[in-house]
């Protein structure tokens, strides 16, 4: 019969061994503890929140939040991708004094970029105020003002994505946060107050605060004991011309990633709203691992690339896909398996989106098909047909929704977000293969070591 535990101690050695071949600055085994910790926790403080708040103000804190997520990359202006594709080059290469260079450029386009924004947010929001309900003119207000401090964490982590310090981008923003939001969270229950919506993000932004402070002070020392006193070399237009497009991709990527709560903010109540993001985050358990290989392989993606070693970037590709999705399966199917008693702990009227979580798991699968294409197109330089597929998508998704969701409720816009899913992944195999000459794709092949004993 098949051992499981066996499986299970390959699958750890197999996983450590692939994480040492491509992260050489940070414990591979720690690091994937810290990414299924982070998964849970993320998941109990969504849990405390829904219990914390009235279901219609967590509905309205999800939605904000959701959009705070998308504007987010816009405001970054494309650097925090860019440094995936750059930093690791002039890494490779020694050029650090280009490396420095395009840090400080990075900085700074990404603060007063962001803060521009935040700026004519608010405008726009003083001027149209009779049009904005009630309750969405506070969480308006602190979206646009915490955008310049939710940029720049956007763009650290994109730098510690690209010098590989996978525990500096995973930690703060994915740990640190949610832990001090709850405790935050807690002390105003312990003050008497009934928190809203408004009061979440503040401390979103607050929180976020220290965190940008703390992960500037350690790439600040970092990158000065790596690279020491060194003239900056500046190629601005080359970086802004570069990072530029991005912006519209990575803006236009993430409103498809989270379009069906975009949508569903328009077509259905925040309570309704606040069921789809429960039944979506209780996926996240799974998804978690798409998340996690995503972290390591586009910096090596880039690596590979720089190297010009094109059959070493093709290993890396299909072993990203392979363990990416056949990660995927099994998870999917072992959270669909609790998924009801997982919804009730959000509390009652949250387990009417079980059958969301079928819909959603099953797409979730299609989607880790095709693994990191994404970030794959964006090294290689196609970030204009990355922008095109999700834009398309997005716009499927959109015209779907629309159809589906007045007769079918928050189901409908599942159905719809996986329908877009299979047809991205279609895509996304097709336009790889025919601009760079890779096959991402999953094989039939499943990366565990077969052990029968009786």
Known sequence: DLVFYDNIEYFLQEYVAWEKTYTSQEGALKTFVVRVLAAGLAFGVQVFLARSL???????????????????????????????????????????????????????????????????????????????????????????????????????????????????????????RPLFL?????????????????????????????????????IWFRIKKLFGRMQKASTKKLWVKSSLPLMLVAGVDEMYVWSDILILSFLVSAPEVAIYFAAQRSLSLASFIQYAFMMVSARQFSLANAMRDRAELQRRVSSATKW??????????????????????????????????????????????????????????????????????????????????????????????????????VAMTILVKKLTGLWVLIDAVPPFKPSFKS
């Open 182 to 218: 709850a405790i935050g969270v807690f002390a105003i229950l312990q003050l008497g107050i009934t928190p809203d919506a408004a009061m979440v993000l503040a401390l979103v932004i607050i929180v976020t605060i220290g965190i940008v402070l703390f992960q500037s002070a350690i």
């Open 324 to 425: 990416t999705f056949w990660m995927s399966v099994p998870a999917v199917l072992a959270i669909l398996v609790v998924g009801y008693p997982l919804l009730a702990m959000f509390g009652a009227g949250f387990t009417s989106g079980y059958i969301v979580m079928f819909v959603l798991g099953a797409g979730l699968i299609v989607k880790a098909s095709v693994g990191q294409a994404t970030d794959l197109l964006v090294i290689m330089g196609h970030q204009r047909t990355n922008f095109w597929v999700s834009a398309t998508g997005l716009v499927f998704n959109i015209v779907l929704s629309v159809i589906l969701v007045p007769g079918y409720g928050i189901i409908g816009a599942a159905i719809a977000t996986s329908i877009t899913h299979v047809l991205r992944a």
């Open 54 to 176: 009235a279901m219609g103000e967590y509905g309205i804190y999800v939605t904000f939040w959701t959009w705070m997520m998308v504007i987010n990359l816009v405001a970054v202006f494309g650097f925090s991708e860019s440094s995936l594709r750059f930093l690791p080059r002039y890494i490779q290469r020694k050029q650090h004094h280009w490396a420095m260079g395009f840090l400080k450029t990075g900085y700074l386009f990404t603060v007063f970029g962001a803060l521009f924004l935040g700026i004519i947010g608010l405008v726009l929001l003083w001027v149209l105020k009779d049009l904005v309900a009630p309750s969405h003119l506070i969480p308006l207000m602190i979206v646009a003002i915490g955008l310049p401090i939710m940029a720049l964490e956007l763009y650290l982590e994109g730098v510690s994505r690209a010098f590989g310090w996978y525990m500096l981008t995973t930690i703060p923003g994915y740990v640190v």
